[in-house]
Every structure is written in structure tokens, then in C-alpha cells.
């Protein structure tokens, strides 16, 4: 392995080594960009809560979808574009198919965190905590025999308000127990790319080809 190859080497492993110290950051950055689009969805769906039941499915798949492409693409941005400054030197050095990376799984590692899983539970439990009570929606059906249509429609507007807002801040008080499942697992899961790429790393030197004497 000829000098400027070592130094490259070198330089790569040291990116590698930056990775290791600052993933505990990486971490927190990827889960709070996570909680952050967590929170704006949250807002846009109780804002206009309508029917209880519609919103309970959708809000569920939509939030637990939420989670994961925000996951996707945090880590994209904050971890493996920190890898492909690590291969694209190499690449340039020695060509393509001579730096044989290998494809890192995010599906795989979402599964590892068990991110979905543990989202729906959470929400499903929040939605359940906020679902009307049977008293109140006998309530409000005894009181519309007695109403007026536009009392009516102001006493449902109303409640509707009021689910929603109870909703909303079920919903947002899942940050922390969010935070601490997606701090954990974004650590885990970063440290997991850097060993891999490590490994590959250590293995490149053997993959260059040894010019022959005549073209040395």
C-alpha cells in the first residue's frame, strides 16, 4: 500500500473516530428534528378534530408514519452523509468498484429500534385516555332535544374544541417518553454504522491492487 493511500487511510479512520465522539450529539439532534415534525403534526390534526373515531385511525398511522420518515430522514442527513464522507475519498482514490460499501439497512435499523411498536402504543394509549366519555355524549344528546339548531351546532363546535384540545396535550406529553426511546436507539443505532464502517474500512488496504513492477 503506497503512502498516499495510508494517509487517506489514516484521514478516514480519524472521520470515523469524530463520528464516535459526537455521536451522543448526533443523537439528540436526529430526536429532537423527530419530536419537532412529532409535535407539528400532532398540531395540525387536533386543530380541526372532527370525528373522534375517524381520528383515532388515522392520527395513529399518520403520527407512527410520521415518526419514521422523520427518523429516515434525520439520519440521512446527520449520519450517513457523515459515512459517505468517509467513502467518497476512498471511491475517487481507487474507483468504484474497488470500494465495495455495503448498503446500510435503515429499515433494519428502524426495526431495531423498535420505533413503530413502541409509537403506537404510546399513541394508541393517548388516544384512549381522551376518548369522550359516554356521560358527556349522553349529556350533550339529552341537552340538543331541548336546543335550538344553532345551540345545537355551538354546543358541538364546542365539545369537538374541547377533545381536541385534550387530545393535543396527551399527544404532546408523549415527547418524553419519546425522547428517551429515540435517544437511545439513535445512539445505538449510529454507533452500529460507524463499527460497520470501521470494519470495512480495515479491510479496503487488502482490496488494493499492487501495481506490477513494470507500471511501479
Known sequence: MDTDFST?????????????TDAPDIAAIITEEILDRFESVVEEFT??????????????????????????QAFERHVLSRCESVRAPLVQ???????????????????GLKLRRTAQALIDQALENTKPRVGRVFGLAVCNL?????????????????????????????????????????LSAIRSVRLEMARQLERWPDRVPVPSPGHA
Not at 487517506?8 to 464516535?20: N, S
Not at 419519546?178 to 436507539?185: D, E, P, T
Request: net charge negative; charged share 30%; glycine share 4%.
Open 146 to 186: 331541548f336546543r335550538d339548531p344553532i345551540q345545537e351546532l355551538d354546543a358541538v363546535m364546542k365539545a369537538i374544541q374541547e377533545d381536541g384540545y385534550r387530545l393535543r396535550e396527551e399527544l404532546l406529553s408523549l415527547r418524553e417518553p419519546l425522547r428517551a426511546v429515540l435517544s437511545a436507539g439513535s
Open 8 to 20: 487517506l487511510i489514516t484521514e478516514q479512520r480519524q472521520r470515523l473516530d469524530e463520528m464516535r
Open 93 to 111: 482514490a481507487l474507483g468504484r468498484e474497488a470500494v465495495d460499501i455495503a448498503h446500510i439497512d435503515l429499515t433494519g435499523l428502524r426495526k
Open 47 to 72: 386543530e380541526n378534530c372532527v370525528d373522534f373515531d375517524l381520528t383515532r385511525a388515522t392520527l395513529c398511522m399518520s403520527l407512527s408514519m410520521t415518526l419514521l420518515e422523520a427518523y429516515d
